[in-house]
Antibody, heavy 120, light 110 residues
Framework: EVQLVESGGGLVQPGGSLRLSCVASGFTFSIYYLHWVRQVPGKGLLWVSRIRTDGSITSYADSVKGRFTISRDNAKNTLYLQMNSLRAEDTAVYYC?????????????WGQGTLVSVSS | QSALTQPASVSGSPGQSITISCTGTSSDIGNFNLVSWFQQHPGKAPKLLIYEVTKRPSGVSDRFSGSKSGNTASLTISGLQAEDEADYSCCSYAGSNTLIFGGGTTLTVL
């Protein structure tokens, strides 16, 4: 069974930093691209970032570019999101998600999410 | 980039069919057959219902179907059931290795 378990969320002051982790199991972690997606409670989903299987290629939403860094450790089956210079508008539930491929790529499995609150 | 446009809410009675629209642009929905739909119950993770516009993952009921015309994708749920009451979100590839989501639609089963 595919499982993605996020952790590392919490309350942080504006301008602060936080690192999220996502531990995967039930599939061969190293051969899948992965994503971070966030959701303000009661609002829609917002794509944040994507990382290639070996970590060599990453992409980011404009709203987080230069502040957030996605990375992975294939030996530990773990995806990370380093979040710096946090703002109130970064407050959201952060999900990690797995990407798969058929004729094109798409996200299939999601974790349960971890809540990040940015407030003084 | 702005979110894909979905109606905030839709409703239907058990047994009826409903359709949720998702409108984008020629840079996302109109340019790629990479539209997905997700179902999300309160406090839960999103669940994949439809991928590549019309395909259903194994285990997803055939009551769920997807389509696309131009810059607009649609999700149709037939034979509405009480457990279908949830939030539904569309998603499209938007080029340059990025994704774009819709604002979400709350389905109420009357």
């Amino acid at each position: 069974e595919v499982q993605l378990v996020e952790s590392g969320g919490g309350l942080v002051q504006p301008g602060g930093s936080l690192r999220l982790s996502c531990v995967a199991s039930g599939f061969t972690f190293s051969i899948y691209y992965l994503h971070w997606v966030r959701q303000v409670p009661g609002k829609g989903l917002l794509w944040v970032s994507r990382i290639r299987t070996d970590g060599s290629i990453t992409s980011y939403a404009d709203s987080v570019k230069g502040r957030f860094t996605i990375s992975r450790d294939n030996a530990k089956n773990t995806l990370y999101l380093q979040m710096n210079s946090l703002r109130a508008e970064d407050t959201a539930v952060y999900y990690c998600a797995r990407e798969t491929y058929d004729s094109g790529w798409y996200v299939d499995y999601w974790g349960q999410g971890t809540l990040v609150s940015v407030s003084s | 980039q702005s979110a894909l446009t979905q109606p905030a809410s839709v409703s239907g009675s058990p047994g009826q069919s409903i359709t949720i629209s998702c409108t984008g642009t020629s840079s996302d929905i109109g340019n790629f057959n990479l539209v997905s739909w997700f179902q999300q119950h309160p406090g839960k993770a999103p669940k994949l219902l439809i991928y590549e516009v019309t395909k259903r993952p194994s285990g997803v009921s055939d009551r769920f179907s997807g389509s696309k015309s131009g810059n607009t994708a649609s999700l149709t749920i037939s034979g509405l059931q009480a457990e279908d009451e949830a939030d539904y979100s569309c998603c499209s590839y938007a080029g340059s290795n990025t994704l774009i989501f819709g604002g979400g639609t709350t389905l109420t089963v009357l």
